[in-house]
C-alpha cells in the first residue's frame, strides 16, 4: 500500500538557499508554502536575508517571524576540503548549527529544525544495507563534523524540548551541482578520449536524485516525530561507481576509453547502501531512476553549454 502524504501548508525557513539542495528545495515548496531565506549571496528583501559570511547574526532571522519548519542547507560538503581546512569545515558544519538551533531556543522554540546530514557518519559500514541504527564510524573530518552536528541536534530536543531531526543523505546529485563525480567526469571527458578515475569501480553508492531529495524533506516536514532522530535519505540500492559513470557518459555520447586506477582515495567508503525503511514509512518514493536523473543532469549541463 502507498502512503499518501497529505500536504500541510507551512512557513519554512531556508538557511543556505543558494547552495544546491537549498535551490531545489525553494522552488519545489514555494507555491504551496511560505517560503522564506537566508544565505550570504543574493538580494535581500521581505523574503531572503542576506547573512554576513563572518558573523552571521541568526537570532534576528527570527525577529517578527514565526516559522514551522527552519531546514538548514548551509555548510561546507568537501570531503577533500575536509582533510586540508578541518577547522573551516567544523566551523560551516557544526559551529552553525549549534549557533541555529540557539537561536531557536532564545527566539522560536516551537520551529522544528531539519538538519541536513551526510550517510558520511557511517565511513565503511558493518554490514549492508545500513540502517539508522548502524554503528557510526567517520573516515573523515567531514565526516566527523556531520556526526557531532547530529548530537548537538539532539543534544537541544533532550535539553531543551527543541524539535530536531538529521537527515543522512546519501550519494546526491542533480542540476547546480558543478562539482562531485559526474561534474568532474564531464569536464574531463571535454577534452579528453580517455578518462582515469580512483578506485576499482566496483566501489558502490546509494545515489538519490536531488529532486527525489526534496520529496523526501517534504514527507519529513509533514510527518517525522522531530525528536532529535536519524532518517537515512536515499534509494536503497547500491550502484557500483563504474555502472554509474558509464551510463553517464553513454548520456553524453561520449566516445573514449575509461579506465580505474585502483587507488583509494583518503576519506571516501568503500560501500554504501541504505536501509530506507524509516523515510519509507513517512510516505517517500523514489520517482527518479539513475538513467532518468541523469538525463536532467545532461539536459541542464547542455543549455549550460
Known amino acids: 500500500m502507498i502512503l499518501q502524504v497529505k500536504r500541510t501548508h507551512v512557513k519554512i525557513l531556508i538557511i543556505g538557499v543558494n547552495g544546491f539542495i537549498g535551490h531545489h528545495i525553494k522552488d519545489y515548496l514555494t507555491g504551496t508554502h511560505d517560503v522564506y531565506s537566508a544565505d550570504i549571496t543574493g538580494e535581500a528583501s521581505a523574503t531572503h536575508v542576506l547573512l554576513d559570511k563572518n558573523e552571521s547574526d541568526f537570532t534576528g532571522l527570527f525577529h517578527g517571524h514565526e516559522f514551522d519548519v527552519c531546514v538548514n542547507c548551509s555548510g561546507a560538503a568537501n570531503v577533500s576540503l575536509s582533510i586540508e581546512t578541518p577547522l573551516y569545515d567544523y566551523t560551516l558544519n557544526v559551529l552553525k548549527v549549534i549557533q541555529l538551533l540557539e537561536a531557536i531556543r532564545l527566539k522560536s522554540p516551537l520551529t522544528k529544525f531539519i538538519n541536513l546530514s551526510s550517510a558520511a557518519v557511517y565511513g565503511n559500514p558493518e554490514s549492508l544495507p545500513i540502517?539508522?541504527?548502524?554503528?557510526?564510524?567517520?573516515?573523515?573530518?567531514?565526516?566527523?563534523?556531520?556526526?557531532?552536528?547530529?548530537?548537538?541536534?539532539?543534544?537541544?530536543?533532550?535539553?531543551?524540548?527543541?524539535?530536531?531531526?538529521?537527515?543522512?543523505?546519501?550519494?546526491?546529485?542533480?542540476?547546480?551541482?558543478?562539482?562531485?563525480?559526474?561534474?568532474?567526469?564531464?569536464?574531463?571527458?571535454?577534452?579528453?578520449?580517455?578518462?582515469?578515475?580512483?578506485?576499482?569501480?566496483?566501489?558502490?553508492?546509494?545515489f538519490i536524485y536531488v529532486k527525489d531529495i526534496v520529496e523526501a524533506i517534504e514527507c519529513v516536514i509533514n510527518r517525522a516525530e522531530f525528536i532529535g532522530e536519524k532518517i537515512n535519505v536515499a534509494n536503497g540500492a547500491g550502484i557500483t561507481i563504474n555502472e554509474a559513470v558509464r551510463t553517464f557518459l553513454d548520456l553524453l555520447d561520449w566516445k573514449g576509453v575509461l579506465?580505474?586506477?585502483?587507488?583509494?582515495r583518503v576519506g571516501d567508503p568503500i560501500h554504501w547502501q541504505s536501509d530506507i525503511s524509516k523515510i519509507q514509512s513517512l510516505g517517500y518514493r523514489q520517482q527518479y531512476s539513475l538513467s532518468s536523473g541523469l538525463s536532467e543532469v545532461v539536459n541542464w549541463l547542455k543549455e549550460r553549454r
Open 259 to 264: 579506465k580505474f586506477t585502483g587507488e583509494e
Open 131 to 206: 540502517n539508522e541504527q548502524a554503528n557510526v564510524n567517520p573516515v573523515s573530518p567531514y565526516g566527523y563534523h556531520k556526526q557531532q552536528a547530529e548530537i548537538i541536534c539532539q543534544e537541544f530536543y533532550q535539553q531543551y524540548n527543541i524539535p530536531t531531526v538529521s537527515l543522512r543523505i546519501f550519494s546526491a546529485y542533480g542540476p547546480l551541482l558543478s562539482k562531485q563525480i559526474f561534474w568532474d567526469v564531464y569536464q574531463r571527458s571535454k577534452e579528453s578520449t580517455e578518462l582515469s578515475l580512483f578506485g576499482t569501480g566496483q566501489e558502490t553508492r546509494d
